[in-house]
């Protein structure tokens, strides 16, 4: 097995091992890769804030074939040399659960891990067999209120960002910018807003990292929300799985209504003091 850099030549061999959601923020993003008999082994993002001095592990991915050969342990051995180099306190990671050997493998590098928050999990199936959103997603009727965030004028995008933070809704990273997220917009006020991004893992995921409604009205969320169900199942299909993060409780107690969470998927939070 060979270590390597990733980069714009070769970053497309890699892509189907790296899970990189939406832009860093950080100021330094550094992919490896591991390449065995002519073919991506496994591959890691580690991004920097010098700042900061945090090193963040963004992603660290090993081919299910090849798992327990040591290819993860050469990114990270790779990524230690990184830290000392850009002379980091500290190295973090997030992670859910449910990715099969993460755990195992942050705490047997020494980090120190633990759970952060719940997901609420459910398939896009489920969903569909609600039957008022079945009705709902019948009687659609074109929408000029929602929109893809995509779609939506930079100042809006910024309105956005404001809101959900003057209202203690967390602060929001470049995710915003995330092709399916959606924002309600009835007359240019925005009203509710899904902001979302998909991966292929072992299943294709939705992450909801926010579901937000700036509004009493329920039919505006809602009409967001069925907007949202069917522009999933068009270019996901039904076997997509939705993870709810950072869940509140009025919106678990909101999905719940909507579905049963398959499991109990946890967000976990690992971090490792640099001396
Ligand atoms: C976790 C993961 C990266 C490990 O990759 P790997 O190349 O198999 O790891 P290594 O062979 O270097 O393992 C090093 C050590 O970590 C620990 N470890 C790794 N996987 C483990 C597992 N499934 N169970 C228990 N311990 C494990 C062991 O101590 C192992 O040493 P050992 O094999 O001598 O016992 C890999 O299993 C994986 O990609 N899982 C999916 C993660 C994912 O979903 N990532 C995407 C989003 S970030």
Redesign the pocket.
């Known amino acids: 097995m060979e270590l390597t850099g990733i980069n714009s030549t070769n970053q497309s061999y890699f892509d189907p091992l790296l899970?990189l959601d939406g832009e860093e923020s950080d100021d330094v993003l550094i992919l490896l890769g591991v390449i065995h008999a002519e073919s991506p082994v496994?591959a890691a993002a580690f991004s920097i804030d010098v700042k900061g001095k945090v090193g963040r592990i963004v992603?660290?991915?090993?081919r299910p074939d090849?798992?327990?050969?040591?290819?993860?342990?050469m990114l990270m051995n790779s990524i230690d040399v990184l830290a000392k180099h850009y002379k980091l306190l500290r190295m973090e990671c997030y992670?859910t659960d449910n990715?099969?050997?993460?755990d195992?493998?942050f705490k047997?590098r020494k980090f120190d891990t633990h759970q952060k928050n719940n997901v609420e999990s459910v398939g896009v199936s489920d969903l569909l067999s609600n039957k008022p959103i079945q009705q709902m997603l019948n009687n659609k009727k074109p929408s000029s209120s929602v929109q893809k965030i995509g779609l939506i004028e930079t100042n809006q995008k910024e309105a956005l960002r404001k809101k959900i933070e003057s209202n203690g809704y967390g602060s929001v990273g470049k995710g915003i910018d995330e092709d399916i997220s959606m924002v309600a917009l009835p007359r240019d006020e925005c009203s509710a807003a899904i902001l979302c991004s998909a991966e292929t893992?072992e299943t294709i995921i939705v992450t909801v990292m926010l579901l937000v409604s700036f509004t009493d009205n329920p039919s505006v969320t809602m009409g967001l929300l069925i907007e949202w169900i069917d522009l999933i199942v068009k270019q996901y299909g039904e076997e997509a799985q939705i993870d709810f993060y950072s869940v509140n409780p009025s919106v678990t107690s909101f999905i719940h209504s909507l579905a049963t969470p398959k499991a109990d998927v946890h967000v976990m939070y690992g971090e490792k003091s640099i001396y």
């Not at 992603?59 to 090993?62: N, P």
């Not at 090849?66 to 342990?73: D, G, L, P, S, V």
């Not at 990715?99 to 993460?102: E, K, P």
């Open positions: 899970f496994a992603s660290i991915y090993t090849m798992r327990r050969k040591k290819a993860a342990t992670y990715m099969n050997g993460l195992a493998f047997a893992l």
